[in-house]
């Protein structure tokens, strides 16, 4: 995927015979019951993030966290999610190969970082990502593209994550101009003491723009 580019248990068991001391079974049994994750994860292969949470090297300048929860459609804190952020650097470039305009400029930035809701809570620290081309000539407003992964969902889901105090590019952004009015703001993390505020929710009132992918 290019980084520029612009964003869709079984049953009972019976035996057929069983004979003594054959060390077949000879009473039927019942399989164990599967994980109720559907989308896992039930290996640690290429699972495990080693940097974490570290978008950015901890105490890097500019440095700033990200901080939200999950929420699923009763308004309930989904306490084992897993969100991903990918995004480019302060001066719009991404740690990828892909990036037609070369490598970023910044020492022990990554641009992606995974973390847990072990608590309900989410928190990445990261910089703060410059404007990157929207394909039509004109420029993307900063953000950080989010996947989830949650129980009761068999795929992830992706969003992103715009900055309120970025007002004047999020006005000229395509992505938030293509959506209503009302529902650009689930997109829009309010600034912090150190950082910024998003929350994710799943369904319900408030349901975050997802987008197909």
Known sequence: MNPLDVPEAT??????SGRRGSGFLTEPFRLGTTPSATVGPYLAIGLTWPDGIWAADEGAEGGV???GRVFDGAGDVVPDAMVETWQADPDGGFP????PRGAASYPGFRGYARAQTLTGEFGVFTLKPG???DGEGGLQAPHIDVSVFARGILDRVVTRIYFADEAGANAEDVV???L????????VAERTDDGYRFDIHLQGDRETVFFAV
């Open 131 to 133: 404007r990157v081309p």
């Open 180 to 187: 209503p009015e009302d529902r650009r703001s689930t997109l």
């Open 176 to 178: 938030l101009r293509g």
């Open 11 to 16: 049953g009972p068991y019976q035996p057929r």
């Open 96 to 99: 990828s190969p892909e990036d």
């Open 65 to 67: 966290w990200i901080r």
